[in-house]
Protein backbone atom coordinates (compact mmCIF):
# COMPACT_ATOMS: atom_id res chain seq x y z
CA UNK A 1 0.00 0.00 0.00
CA UNK A 2 1.08 3.33 -1.09
CA UNK A 3 2.03 5.72 2.00
CA UNK A 4 -0.19 8.48 2.58
CA UNK A 5 0.63 12.08 2.39
CA UNK A 6 0.29 12.30 5.86
CA UNK A 7 2.62 9.44 6.59
CA UNK A 8 5.47 10.91 3.84
CA UNK A 9 5.33 14.42 5.78
CA UNK A 10 5.39 12.83 8.92
CA UNK A 11 8.79 10.59 8.00
CA UNK A 12 10.04 13.72 6.91
CA UNK A 13 9.37 15.95 9.69
CA UNK A 14 10.91 13.11 11.56
CA UNK A 15 14.42 12.66 9.75
CA UNK A 16 14.66 16.42 9.64
CA UNK A 17 15.11 16.70 13.10
CA UNK A 18 16.95 13.37 13.91
CA UNK A 19 13.81 11.65 15.83
CA UNK A 20 14.99 8.23 14.50
CA UNK A 21 18.99 8.58 15.37
CA UNK A 22 18.28 9.54 19.04
CA UNK A 23 20.37 7.04 19.83
CA UNK A 24 23.50 8.37 18.50
CA UNK A 25 23.11 11.10 21.36
CA UNK A 26 23.66 10.64 25.44
CA UNK A 27 20.41 10.28 26.89
CA UNK A 28 21.17 13.28 29.29
CA UNK A 29 21.85 15.44 26.20
CA UNK A 30 18.85 14.51 24.35
CA UNK A 31 16.64 14.86 27.42
CA UNK A 32 18.27 19.02 27.27
CA UNK A 33 18.09 19.45 24.20
CA UNK A 34 13.89 18.17 24.35
CA UNK A 35 13.89 21.05 26.84
CA UNK A 36 14.64 23.79 24.20
CA UNK A 37 11.71 23.32 22.17
CA UNK A 38 9.44 26.31 22.28
CA UNK A 39 6.54 26.28 24.34
CA UNK A 40 2.77 25.30 22.65
CA UNK A 41 1.02 28.51 21.71
CA UNK A 42 -2.18 26.97 22.50
CA UNK A 43 -2.62 24.74 24.79
CA UNK A 44 -5.75 23.03 25.41
CA UNK A 45 -7.62 24.64 28.28
CA UNK A 46 -8.69 22.68 31.10
CA UNK A 47 -10.12 24.32 34.49
CA UNK A 48 -6.62 24.01 36.51
CA UNK A 49 -3.24 21.98 36.45
CA UNK A 50 -1.15 21.32 39.33
CA UNK A 51 2.01 19.86 39.97
CA UNK A 52 3.31 18.16 42.96
CA UNK A 53 5.44 14.96 44.02
CA UNK A 54 4.38 11.61 45.52
CA UNK A 55 4.95 10.96 49.01
CA UNK A 56 6.73 7.69 48.13
CA UNK A 57 9.39 7.75 45.94
CA UNK A 58 9.06 11.52 45.26
CA UNK A 59 8.42 10.70 41.65
CA UNK A 60 7.04 14.30 39.91
CA UNK A 61 3.59 14.08 38.73
CA UNK A 62 1.37 16.60 37.05
CA UNK A 63 -2.72 16.84 37.28
CA UNK A 64 -4.60 18.10 34.99
CA UNK A 65 -8.55 18.96 36.10
CA UNK A 66 -11.38 19.68 33.82
CA UNK A 67 -14.20 22.11 33.52
CA UNK A 68 -17.33 21.41 35.29
CA UNK A 69 -18.64 20.44 38.45
CA UNK A 70 -16.22 17.39 39.82
CA UNK A 71 -16.07 14.80 41.39
CA UNK A 72 -14.53 13.28 38.39
CA UNK A 73 -13.23 10.16 36.82
CA UNK A 74 -9.26 9.24 36.57
CA UNK A 75 -6.75 8.43 33.79
CA UNK A 76 -3.19 7.67 35.13
CA UNK A 77 -1.52 8.92 31.62
CA UNK A 78 2.40 7.59 31.08
CA UNK A 79 4.64 8.99 28.51
CA UNK A 80 6.04 7.50 25.95
CA UNK A 81 9.85 7.83 24.71
CA UNK A 82 11.60 4.35 25.03
CA UNK A 83 11.90 4.58 28.74
CA UNK A 84 15.04 6.96 28.36
CA UNK A 85 13.39 10.00 27.08
CA UNK A 86 10.24 12.41 27.37
CA UNK A 87 9.12 14.42 29.81
CA UNK A 88 5.88 15.75 31.74
CA UNK A 89 6.14 18.59 29.33
CA UNK A 90 6.41 16.51 25.91
CA UNK A 91 3.03 15.19 26.32
CA UNK A 92 1.15 18.13 27.97
CA UNK A 93 -0.56 18.54 25.36
CA UNK A 94 -1.60 15.04 24.85
CA UNK A 95 -2.91 15.17 28.47
CA UNK A 96 -5.02 18.12 28.03
CA UNK A 97 -6.50 16.66 25.44
CA UNK A 98 -7.56 13.86 27.14
CA UNK A 99 -8.52 15.64 30.33
CA UNK A 100 -11.17 17.88 27.94
CA UNK A 101 -12.23 15.44 26.34
CA UNK A 102 -13.41 12.93 28.67
CA UNK A 103 -14.35 15.26 31.56
CA UNK A 104 -11.31 13.26 33.43
CA UNK A 105 -9.15 14.44 35.78
CA UNK A 106 -5.74 13.23 34.32
CA UNK A 107 -2.36 12.42 36.16
CA UNK A 108 1.08 12.23 34.26
CA UNK A 109 3.55 10.40 35.97
CA UNK A 110 7.32 11.39 35.42
CA UNK A 111 8.56 7.90 35.91
CA UNK A 112 11.85 6.94 36.67
CA UNK A 113 13.68 6.47 33.25
CA UNK A 114 16.41 4.20 32.01
CA UNK A 115 19.52 3.84 31.84
CA UNK A 116 19.82 5.91 35.12
CA UNK A 117 16.73 3.75 36.49
CA UNK A 118 16.90 0.25 34.80
CA UNK A 119 14.31 -2.58 35.02
CA UNK A 120 11.92 -2.79 37.02
CA UNK A 121 12.54 0.81 38.78
CA UNK A 122 10.55 3.15 35.64
CA UNK A 123 7.35 1.03 35.83
CA UNK A 124 7.51 0.33 39.33
CA UNK A 125 7.48 4.07 39.63
CA UNK A 126 4.54 4.10 37.49
CA UNK A 127 2.46 1.72 39.59
CA UNK A 128 4.07 3.84 43.08
CA UNK A 129 2.57 6.92 41.07
CA UNK A 130 -1.18 5.40 40.32
CA UNK A 131 -1.50 3.98 43.74
CA UNK A 132 -0.42 7.72 45.06
CA UNK A 133 -3.32 8.64 43.10
CA UNK A 134 -5.85 6.71 44.44
CA UNK A 135 -5.34 7.48 47.51
CA UNK A 136 -4.74 11.21 46.41
CA UNK A 137 -8.12 11.33 44.38
CA UNK A 138 -10.59 13.17 45.96
CA UNK A 139 -8.30 16.16 46.91
CA UNK A 140 -8.36 16.82 43.41
CA UNK A 141 -12.17 16.13 42.82
CA UNK A 142 -11.26 12.71 41.41
CA UNK A 143 -12.85 9.43 41.65
CA UNK A 144 -10.45 6.82 43.11
CA UNK A 145 -12.72 4.05 42.19
CA UNK A 146 -13.11 5.03 38.84
CA UNK A 147 -10.02 5.28 37.24
CA UNK A 148 -8.30 3.76 34.05
CA UNK A 149 -4.37 3.87 32.65
CA UNK A 150 -3.36 5.06 29.28
CA UNK A 151 -0.20 5.49 27.64
CA UNK A 152 1.59 5.72 24.54
CA UNK A 153 4.45 3.46 23.13
CA UNK A 154 7.11 2.97 26.56
CA UNK A 155 4.13 4.81 28.53
CA UNK A 156 1.74 2.20 26.67
CA UNK A 157 3.85 -0.30 28.36
CA UNK A 158 3.70 1.34 31.34
CA UNK A 159 -0.27 1.57 31.45
CA UNK A 160 -0.46 -2.36 30.76
CA UNK A 161 2.30 -3.22 33.36
CA UNK A 162 0.63 -0.84 36.19
CA UNK A 163 -2.86 -2.79 34.95
CA UNK A 164 -1.26 -5.93 35.48
CA UNK A 165 0.16 -5.24 39.07
CA UNK A 166 -3.35 -3.66 39.74
CA UNK A 167 -5.44 -6.35 38.65
CA UNK A 168 -3.49 -8.82 40.63
CA UNK A 169 -3.72 -6.25 43.82
CA UNK A 170 -6.99 -7.11 43.87
CA UNK A 171 -7.23 -3.21 42.43
CA UNK A 172 -9.75 -2.72 39.89
CA UNK A 173 -9.68 -0.59 37.22
CA UNK A 174 -12.09 0.72 34.38
CA UNK A 175 -10.03 0.48 31.73
CA UNK A 176 -6.90 0.66 29.98
CA UNK A 177 -5.88 2.12 26.71
CA UNK A 178 -2.12 1.38 25.44
CA UNK A 179 -1.61 2.95 21.76
CA UNK A 180 1.58 1.85 19.64
CA UNK A 181 2.46 0.16 22.75
CA UNK A 182 6.24 -1.78 23.88
CA UNK A 183 5.39 -5.50 24.99
CA UNK A 184 7.79 -7.60 24.40
CA UNK A 185 12.01 -8.10 24.00
CA UNK A 186 13.13 -7.43 20.46
CA UNK A 187 14.49 -11.02 20.43
CA UNK A 188 11.30 -12.26 19.89
CA UNK A 189 11.92 -11.12 16.28
CA UNK A 190 7.69 -10.31 15.46
CA UNK A 191 7.18 -10.03 11.73
CA UNK A 192 6.51 -6.30 11.73
CA UNK A 193 10.40 -6.08 13.41
CA UNK A 194 11.98 -7.08 9.70
CA UNK A 195 9.08 -5.58 7.49
CA UNK A 196 9.68 -2.39 9.25
CA UNK A 197 12.91 -2.04 10.26
CA UNK A 198 13.99 1.76 8.91
CA UNK A 199 12.24 4.14 7.14
CA UNK A 200 9.56 4.76 9.28
CA UNK A 201 10.24 7.28 12.28
CA UNK A 202 11.16 4.50 15.17
CA UNK A 203 13.73 1.73 13.44
CA UNK A 204 14.19 -1.21 14.89
CA UNK A 205 18.09 0.15 15.74
CA UNK A 206 16.64 2.85 17.97
CA UNK A 207 14.03 0.38 19.96
CA UNK A 208 17.33 -2.28 20.45
CA UNK A 209 18.59 1.03 22.12
CA UNK A 210 15.90 2.07 24.38
CA UNK A 211 15.36 -2.04 25.28
CA UNK A 212 18.84 -2.18 26.14
CA UNK A 213 19.27 0.74 27.90
CA UNK A 214 15.91 -0.09 29.64
CA UNK A 215 16.75 -3.95 30.58
CA UNK A 216 20.61 -3.86 32.13
CA UNK A 217 20.46 -7.71 32.28
CA UNK A 218 19.24 -9.52 29.49
CA UNK A 219 18.56 -12.54 31.15
CA UNK A 220 15.62 -10.52 32.49
CA UNK A 221 13.84 -10.04 29.09
CA UNK A 222 11.32 -13.05 30.02
CA UNK A 223 10.11 -11.28 33.30
CA UNK A 224 10.28 -7.57 31.12
CA UNK A 225 8.49 -8.73 28.46
CA UNK A 226 4.37 -7.56 29.15
CA UNK A 227 3.30 -9.65 26.37
CA UNK A 228 4.66 -12.91 28.15
CA UNK A 229 2.63 -12.72 31.54
CA UNK A 230 1.17 -15.69 32.18
CA UNK A 231 -2.14 -14.66 33.35
CA UNK A 232 -4.33 -11.75 31.18
CA UNK A 233 -7.46 -13.31 33.10
CA UNK A 234 -9.90 -10.16 34.93
CA UNK A 235 -7.72 -7.21 33.29
CA UNK A 236 -9.54 -4.02 33.06
CA UNK A 237 -11.85 -3.12 29.36
CA UNK A 238 -8.81 -2.19 26.75
CA UNK A 239 -8.52 -0.31 24.02
CA UNK A 240 -5.22 -1.32 21.77
CA UNK A 241 -3.83 0.80 18.96
CA UNK A 242 -0.63 0.31 16.56
CA UNK A 243 0.57 2.01 13.49
CA UNK A 244 1.02 -0.28 9.90
CA UNK A 245 4.51 1.73 9.77
CA UNK A 246 5.79 0.50 13.22
CA UNK A 247 7.90 -2.37 14.54
CA UNK A 248 6.17 -2.18 17.46
CA UNK A 249 2.88 -3.53 15.22
CA UNK A 250 2.79 -6.98 15.97
CA UNK A 251 3.71 -7.31 19.43
CA UNK A 252 0.72 -4.76 20.03
CA UNK A 253 -1.51 -6.70 18.44
CA UNK A 254 -0.75 -9.78 20.04
CA UNK A 255 -0.89 -8.52 23.36
CA UNK A 256 -4.50 -7.56 22.12
CA UNK A 257 -5.01 -11.31 21.07
CA UNK A 258 -4.03 -12.33 24.40
CA UNK A 259 -6.60 -10.10 26.38
CA UNK A 260 -9.37 -11.30 23.71
CA UNK A 261 -7.95 -14.58 24.32
CA UNK A 262 -9.28 -14.90 27.89
CA UNK A 263 -12.46 -12.56 27.68
CA UNK A 264 -11.14 -9.29 28.22
CA UNK A 265 -13.09 -7.05 26.78
CA UNK A 266 -10.76 -5.15 23.97
CA UNK A 267 -11.05 -3.27 20.87
CA UNK A 268 -7.90 -3.25 18.52
CA UNK A 269 -7.39 -0.86 15.99
CA UNK A 270 -4.48 -0.89 13.07
CA UNK A 271 -3.74 2.88 12.18
CA UNK A 272 -2.19 3.12 8.61
CA UNK A 273 0.98 5.41 9.78
CA UNK A 274 4.13 5.55 11.62
CA UNK A 275 5.07 5.11 15.45
CA UNK A 276 4.28 8.65 17.07
CA UNK A 277 1.43 9.85 15.75
CA UNK A 278 -1.03 9.93 18.48
CA UNK A 279 -2.97 13.56 18.81
CA UNK A 280 -1.54 14.70 15.92
CA UNK A 281 -2.68 15.30 12.41
CA UNK A 282 -5.72 13.74 10.76
CA UNK A 283 -5.13 10.17 11.82
CA UNK A 284 -4.25 11.32 15.20
CA UNK A 285 -6.88 13.42 16.08
CA UNK A 286 -9.01 10.68 15.05
CA UNK A 287 -7.24 8.43 17.24
CA UNK A 288 -7.65 10.80 19.99
CA UNK A 289 -11.33 10.64 19.63
CA UNK A 290 -11.45 7.25 19.75
CA UNK A 291 -9.09 7.34 22.96
CA UNK A 292 -11.54 9.79 24.32
CA UNK A 293 -14.52 8.10 23.74
CA UNK A 294 -13.82 5.02 25.02
CA UNK A 295 -12.30 6.15 28.12
CA UNK A 296 -15.29 7.87 29.13
CA UNK A 297 -17.63 5.34 27.80
CA UNK A 298 -15.69 3.08 29.88
CA UNK A 299 -15.11 5.47 33.07
CA UNK A 300 -18.43 6.58 33.61
CA UNK A 301 -20.48 2.61 32.89
Known amino acids: MALSEEVLQTIAFAEAHGYDKLNRFPAKQTREMMKLA??????????????????????PIRIYIPEGDGPFPVVSYFHGG???????????????????????????????????HPYPAGPESCVTATLWMIENAHRYQGIPERMAVAGDSAGG?????VAQKLTAAGVKL????????????????????????KGYVLTAQLMQWFWDSFLIDPAGF????????????????????????????????????????????????????????????????????????????????
Open 38 to 59: PPNPNPTPVAQVINTITAKDNI
Open 82 to 116: GFVLMSLDTHDEICRQICANTSAVVMSADYKLAPE
Open 157 to 161: YMALY
Open 174 to 197: KAQFATYPVTDHYTADHPSWDENR
Open 222 to 301: EEASILRSKDFSGLPPALMMTANYDPLRDEGKAYADKLKAVGVDTVYKNYENTHGFFGMGTMGQEAMRMASEFLKAKLNS
